[in-house]
T-cell receptor, first 113, second 117 residues
């Protein structure tokens, strides 16, 4: 119930294409869903986050789509660029009880020039 | 500059030799946490701290200890390291707790590569 399942494990997209990464969760107590971007040799950095009272959040080329009934959320990267090549983690957290981020297993994105 | 600083960044040690990985943040954050990152498993929480002298176990606390005597520091202690603790470790901090209305950004350090032989 504490798991967040992420797919795909790796993704290759051509420059200018759309990258889509999907995550699913079980625990309906989760109320905060961030996405993190990690470059090699660096720590994860917050990319964009959403709460379950909205179905979509957009920041520049990055969009989170959230489907509360299906308990799924996804990251869309529009006009993907080589500089977007990184590992992306979805995560979930809840406001009460166990104070932790539960991470997905990560997606390694490669955007080819 | 807002920072979470970990040391050492790279360490090779032998089984059973106690070691400490230090973590310090300069943002006056209440919440701090340690994660380990392993291939195919993502990041898993080891311990977290909601404030000074308040710590609790995460998902994988076995073989680790922590302390929070000062707000800015949250060291991770491996009393008797074993090869299965070979991993990439991240310290993280946030202004307050996680989720919901408090959904504060978590800042990660740059990681500490630990190899236990």
């Amino acid at each position: 119930q504490q798991q967040v399942k992420q797919s795909p494990q790796s993704l290759i997209v051509q420059k200018g294409g759309i990258s889509i990464i999907n995550c699913a969760y079980e625990n309906t107590a989760f109320d905060y869903f961030p996405w993190y971007q990690q470059f090699p040799g660096k720590g994860p950095a917050l990319l964009i986050a959403i709460r379950p009272d909205v179905s979509e959040k957009k920041e520049g080329r990055f969009t989170i789509s959230f489907n509360k009934s299906a308990k799924q959320f996804s990251l869309h990267i529009m006009d993907s660029q080589p500089g977007d090549s990184a590992t992306y983690f979805c995560a979930a957290a809840m406001n009460t009880g166990f104070q932790k981020l539960v991470f997905g297993t990560g997606t390694r994105l490669l955007v080819s020039p | 500059e807002a920072q979470v600083t970990q040391n050492p960044r790279y360490l090779i040690t032998v089984t059973g030799k106690k070691l400490t990985v230090t973590c310090s943040q300069n943002m006056n954050h209440e919440y701090m946490s340690w994660y380990r990152q392993d291939p195919g498993l993502g990041l898993r929480q080891i311990y977290y701290s909601m404030n000074v002298e308040v710590t609790d176990k995460g998902d994988v606390p076995e073989g680790y200890k922590v302390s929070r005597k000062e707000k800015r520091n949250f060291p991770l202690i491996l009393e008797s390291p074993s090869p299965n603790q070979t991993s990439l470790y991240f310290c993280a901090s946030s202004l307050r707790g996680l989720g919901g209305l408090s959904g504060n950004t978590i800042y990660f350090g740059e990681g500490s590569w630990l190899t236990v032989v």
